[in-house]
């Protein structure tokens, strides 16, 4: 069962060919969770950091987080509220 999530994690790492040119042309994207039963904080920094980094804040208006139970929720939350906080403290 770990296994299987694992794998389809590193499946959504390879999404990002997909994802960042979407949101380069202005596109919203969502970020289906369906099946994925937990994650790591560490997988979802590696997601939506990169997002952030480039795009800025901002960008967290074009993601849809699709389907994610409420363990993955407090993840993506944990991490957005890492990484505004990491974006107030740079400047």
Same mark, same amino acid.
């Given at each position: 069962?770990?296994?299987n999530?694992? &794998?389809k *994690?590193?499946s959504?790492?390879? *999404? @990002?060919?997909?994802?960042?040119?979407?949101?380069?042309?202005?596109?919203?994207?969502?970020?289906?969770?369906?099946?994925?039963? #937990?994650? &790591?904080? #560490?997988?979802?920094?590696?997601?939506? #950091? /990169? @997002?952030?980094?480039?795009?800025?804040?901002?960008?967290?208006?074009?993601?849809?987080?699709? #389907?994610?139970?409420? &363990?993955?929720? /407090?993840?993506?939350?944990?991490?957005?509220?890492?990484?505004?906080?990491?974006?107030? &403290?740079?400047?």
């Amino acid at each position: 069962m770990f296994w299987n999530n694992v &794998t389809k *994690q590193l499946s959504s790492l390879a *999404q @990002l060919n997909e994802v960042l040119p979407a949101l380069r042309q202005n596109k919203k994207v969502v970020l289906d969770f369906t099946g994925v039963t #937990s994650t &790591t904080q #560490s997988f979802v920094h590696a997601l939506i #950091s /990169k @997002l952030i980094q480039e795009f800025g804040p901002a960008v967290l208006d074009r993601l849809i987080f699709k #389907s994610c139970n409420q &363990t993955v929720k /407090k993840l993506v939350s944990i991490v957005i509220d890492y990484m505004q906080y990491e974006e107030t &403290t740079d400047t």
